[in-house]
């Protein structure tokens, strides 16, 4: 047995609790242990929800175990539907006590509640919080939807069909979007928006935002919008097959793939094509023509996360911001395949695990320049002293930000871009920083430069060594001479790349390479003595 320390999905209660959470007028009785109620932090303190999740625990100590648990339950059931009057109720067992066989079905059924009581069988030890999402809001979405099944799906298309040839507008549902899920919130606003400029009308969101009725209602769409298809996609596809609603494969997340979701909603709704033209607007292409994105091209990055986000970064990180995607992975284990599928597309190998030591491993192999991931990712580039932008879920509180900022549409391209530069930038401005840390205006004991007339006259530094001064060093082959510094000489190549670092830092990266390299006895500077010494000043 593998005693884990941090785990990137919980178990599935969980994510059968992120339904009940975004619903509105939804309990969840849990059949569970006193402790289990540590779940409600992740709604309270991470995603700062101002209410508790709509869940009642029945909290069962050890000495419960030799009575009567299934009292409790009906108990605790009777009391829920008491004081919080849902419109549905879900009702399931937790990891423990799935294994005390309780059978909360059974006993919520005999219950004989006045609205529709929902029993969720979530295998706790095979599966996890994703799929019990998924699983909860398909079961949700199936019980609730299915008494307005009356007639079968190709009637109900062509009657769509009819209605909006009659001048009815096109109208879709929303579907994926969850409590605790990352910028799902936003995500939800920027596809919203999109729509209504398209003249499509959004007939449910779910299950972010929606009432009992609202499911109810589902099946009055044209077709479905899915958003996160680890949460959607098995609802959406009974919706389908339920009600003949098509519904969307692109996940907006990226200009190209924004541009590309707008045709094909334009498509499922009947609408003309030539619409797509008026959406060209992010301020992210503008960036990657300006002088910055010439020191991003080319940067070596390693994305990992949920299916959904990892494919889109990869896209998004290839052909719109030229980065070069060295490894590609995810803990969606149903995914595996298209998250395969997409690593090919990069000349890469797949890294399928939910074991965070094996992320670390293959970052600690790649040393890539960037790395774009969960919060496990966040530590492990913290750790590996390498830049991180978090894009996917398990996620801390600060990314739950105050401020607007989705990932999906054009703005969340904008978004997209500033949060995977920054941390480039940043690395660059240490690095700036480490190369004149020893300048005397760096110094603890200077005042700041705009304090100028009470700073500490400082006595230069003196030279470690004669050296050629920088100006004088040519970028151009010809002019590449070795120079004999102390016991180090410079290679012509490494002279070469030295030349091409700006001007204003040379010297310094200079000095600090030749006392690299002095101190580590070596008596020729390569090209990699000069990155071995950046990487250790850098440190
Ligand atoms: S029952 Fe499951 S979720 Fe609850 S504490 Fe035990 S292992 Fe964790």
Redesign the pocket.
């Known amino acids: 047995m593998q005693l884990t320390l941090w785990t990137y999905e ?2 599935p ?1 969980v994510g059968a609790m992120r339904i009940a959470t975004a619903l509105k007028d939804v309990h969840y009785v849990l059949h ?2 006193q ?2 109620t ?2 409600d932090l992740l709604f309270t303190m991470i995603e700062r929800s101002k209410k508790r999740p709509p869940v009642t625990y029945t909290t069962f100590q050890a000495r419960d175990l030799g009575g009567d648990t299934a009292e409790l339950f009906k108990n605790a059931t009777r009391e829920a539907y008491a004081r919080f009057q849902p419109n549905a109720m879900m009702v399931g067992a ?4 799935e294994l005390i066989q309780d059978d909360p079905a059974g006993l919520a059924k005999a219950l004989n509640l006045p609205i529709p009581v929902i029993p969720l069988e979530l295998p ?1 030890y095979q599966k996890k919080e994703n799929w019990g999402a998924a699983e909860t809001f398909y079961q949700m979405v199936r019980t609730l939807a299915a008494p307005a099944v009356k007639t079968p799906a190709a009637t109900l298309v062509a009657e769509r069909a009819a209605a909006r040839a009659a001048g009815k507008a096109p109208s879709c549902n929303i579907l994926g979007a969850t409590a605790l899920g990352f910028r799902h919130r936003d995500d939800v606003h920027e596809i919203q928006k999109l729509l209504g400029e398209l003249g499509i009308e959004v007939n449910v969101t779910a299950p972010l935002n929606a009432s009992v009725a609202d499911l109810q209602r589902l099946g009055e769409a044209d077709f479905n919008v899915v958003l996160y298809p680890e949460i959607a996609g098995v609802a959406t596809s009974w919706l389908t097959r339920t009600f003949g609603q098509p519904a969307t494969k692109v996940i907006p997340i990226g200009v190209n793939a924004t541009t590309e979701f707008i045709a094909e909603v334009a498509a499922l709704a009947g609408l003309d094509a030539s619409i797509v033209d008026r959406y060209q607007n992010s301020r992210a292409q503008w960036y990657s023509k300006s002088v910055d994105s010439t020191y991003l091209t080319g940067k070596r990055v390693f994305i990992f996360g949920d299916a959904t986000h990892v494919i889109a970064a990869a896209r998004v990180a290839s052909q719109e911001i030229g980065f070069e995607v060295v490894g590609l992975g995810t803990y969606s284990r149903e995914f595996a395949r298209d998250v395969r599928e997409a690593a090919a597309l990069y000349g890469v190998e797949a890294l399928i695990t939910d074991d965070y030591l094996e992320v670390e491993q293959k970052a600690s192999e790649l040393a890539p320049d960037l790395m774009l991931g969960t919060q496990m990712e966040r530590h492990i580039a913290k750790r590996l002293g390498i830049p991180c932008a978090v894009i996917s879920a398990p996620i801390h509180v600060q990314d739950f930000p105050a401020r607007y900022s989705p990932q999906m549409g054009f703005e969340g391209a904008n978004v997209l871009f500033d949060t995977w530069i920054h941390p480039l930038m940043m690395g660059l401005e240490e690095h700036l920083i480490m190369m004149f840390r020893e300048d005397f205006e760096f110094d603890a004991s200077a005042a700041g430069s705009h304090l100028g007339h009470r700073a500490v006259n400082h006595a230069p530094a003196a030279p470690a060594k004669t050296e050629i001064p920088a100006e004088q060093i040519s970028v151009t082959a010809s002019a590449v001479v070795d120079a004999v510094v102390g016991e180090a000489t410079w290679a012509p190549d490494a002279m070469k790349e030295l030349g091409k670092i700006p001007f204003f830092v040379r010297g310094k990266a200079r000095r600090n390479t030749e006392r690299f390299a002095i101190e580590q006895g070596l008596s020729m500077i390569t090209i990699e003595t000069l990155y071995d010494a950046k990487a250790h000043y850098g440190r």
Do not use: I, R, V
């Open positions: 919980g178990p209660h569970a242990p402790g289990d540590y779940a937790s990891c423990t006590a706790s």
